[in-house]
């Protein structure tokens, strides 16, 4: 059953897919296998981040470059973040079903999750979601998340290219450097280019950027003006993209990158395993009697530490 279901998802059977984000997402004895089968043809699938603050036009955008994707024949997974998402609902109904039409497409499947509720935690979820669709092989995933939460931020920092999006509204680019989209932001999208101020948020924009810290080797972040909603501003931000990607490659940070990610990963897991290990009902009632013990003057904390380090390491 596994090893159909893994033959399947290298068929690219959207089925197969949602059962292995599934078990994911629930964290099932399954998933475990199918993790385990899977990470180690990590990086074949371009990730990409869209972010930004609410309503800028995220899911628009997103919808608007998939479907430029897809009509080139690629391969795209969605995976959007995002409680009020046209996925999940929340959205006006135009944009519902702009966005379940380019979900029925055959290069495209997409996926929405709530920012909370998911057992493994979201980034770790995002990540392994991105782990599917590229043995799946896919040529691109796709993540949407408003800007504003921690994980958010990791899952930003966690793709090979991040796309902050924001609108002419005064103040935005402000909010969205308080948010810490400044700093993550790889290529920005000044969205609703169609209303009053585009221009002269673009230029606020530019300045602010000019406070990034860059040398002549750094890549220095685009600013493209777009309509999202009249697919305005998408062959460039494709270009972009691309451009980006190429930068990263001729400085060997592609590989350097997601090799530091996995390696996080890892470190991450190994972490959680030993804690696990670590404190038992045993430990735990040890540590209580020890506290008591420092509180009287009779042991300093150190020596406690060491103790307890000392018993887990001589019980392994
Ligand atoms: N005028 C104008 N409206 C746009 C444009 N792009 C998107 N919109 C509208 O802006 C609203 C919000 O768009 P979404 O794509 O749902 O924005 P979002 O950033 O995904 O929103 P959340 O996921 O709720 O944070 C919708 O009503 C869109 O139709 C644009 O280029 N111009
Ligand atoms: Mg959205």
Known sequence: MNDNLLMKITQKDKKAIARALTEIENNTKLSEKIIDEISSSFGKSYRIGITGPPGAGKSTLTNALVKKLAEMNFFVGVIAVDPTSPFTGGALLGDRIRMSEIGTHPNVFIRSMASRGSLGGLTRFA?????VFDYAGFDFTIYETVG?????????NSVDTTVVVLVPESGD????MKAGLMEIGDIF??????RAGADQ????????????EHDEKS??????KAIALEYKGIDELYNKILEHKEFLIKNDLLEFRRKQRFKA??????????KKELWTLERNKLLDEKIKLIFEKQLSLSTVVNQLVDSFRNNN
């Open 148 to 156: 504003v939460g921690q994980s958010e931020l990791d899952i930003a």
């Open 173 to 176: 680019s402000i909010q969205a």
């Open 127 to 131: 990540s392994e979601a991105g782990d």
């Open 201 to 212: 948020a673009i230029a606020s924009l530019q300045f602010i950027l000019s406070f990034r």
């Open 219 to 224: 890549w220095l972040p685009p600013i493209i």
């Open 265 to 274: 990963r890892i470190k991450e897991l190994i972490s959680t395993q030993l």
């Open 189 to 194: 999208v000044m969205n609703k280019s169609d």
